[in-house]
């Protein structure tokens, strides 16, 4: 079926520390993918998306390459910052549906 | 920046009561969408509008919740009567259309439905 598997959190951290939230997914066809983040009591902002094979998605020091070989879509930054602190949601869309399929979503809080 | 309206943000509502939600996509924005949101959890689809049409609402409990988008603009979510497990947030998203599935979705901040 369509899925989405993402680590589960939480996951604490310290300002500066190196993150990595891994994410796979099954899918049908060739999907979009995407990172969402969620700030406490918002909605869901657009972090960063890549629509085809080794393409990498960047924004605000995130980064994730679409790797089709391992069906990932992992998470990354180098330095974390304590407003970092949010829900990280992956997703993919595409191969046939536009609906967005949603992992669990992974906690992250970053102390000072 | 255009943004996704919802009304209202919270709710609190007791068990078989109606309660209703309201959502202003982007303005040109042809595709709606209503999620609904568990705490803890992903987002899942419930319905899916093309400009005035449903293209998806095969996730949508039929019996008691319906969705309408009457002019192809706005939309509101039903729920009659409501049940302690419908207590979740509810995402309204859009995006310019519906095709290559790149469009990426843009989400208002959500309603949070409490049932009593």
């Known amino acids: 079926g369509n899925s989405v598997t993402q680590m589960e959190g939480p996951v604490t951290l310290s300002e500066e520390a190196f993150l990595t939230i891994n994410c796979t997914y099954t899918a049908t066809g060739y999907p979009s993918l995407f990172w969402y983040v969620q700030y406490p009591g918002e909605g869901l902002q657009l972090l960063l998306k890549a629509t085809k094979a080794d393409d990498k998605g960047s924004n605000k020091g995130f980064e994730a390459t679409y790797r089709k070989e391992t069906t990932s879509f992992h998470l990354e930054k180098g330095s974390v910052q304590v407003s970092d602190s949010a829900v990280y949601f992956c997703a993919r869309s595409g191969g046939g549906s536009e609906k967005l399929v949603f992992g669990k979503g992974t906690k992250l809080t970053v102390n000072p | 920046e255009a943004e996704v309206a919802q009304s209202p943000r919270y709710k609190i509502t007791e068990k078989s009561q109606a309660v209703a939600f309201w959502c202003d996509p982007i303005?040109?924005?042809?595709?709606l969408y209503w999620y609904r949101q568990i705490l803890g959890q992903g987002p899942e689809l419930l319905v899916q509008?093309?400009?005035?049409?449903?293209?998806?609402d095969s996730q949508l409990p039929k019996d008691r919740f319906s969705a309408e988008r009457l002019k192809g603009v706005d939309s509101t979510l039903k729920i009659q009567p409501a049940e302690l497990g419908d207590s979740a947030m509810y995402l309204c998203?859009?995006?310019?259309?519906?095709?290559?599935?790149?469009?990426?979705?843009?989400f208002g901040p959500g309603t949070r439905l409490t049932v009593t």
């Open positions: 998203a859009s995006s310019l259309a519906a095709g290559t599935g790149s469009y990426e979705q843009y």
């Open positions: 303005s040109g924005h042809a595709t």
């Open positions: 509008f093309q400009d005035e049409s449903v293209v998806d």
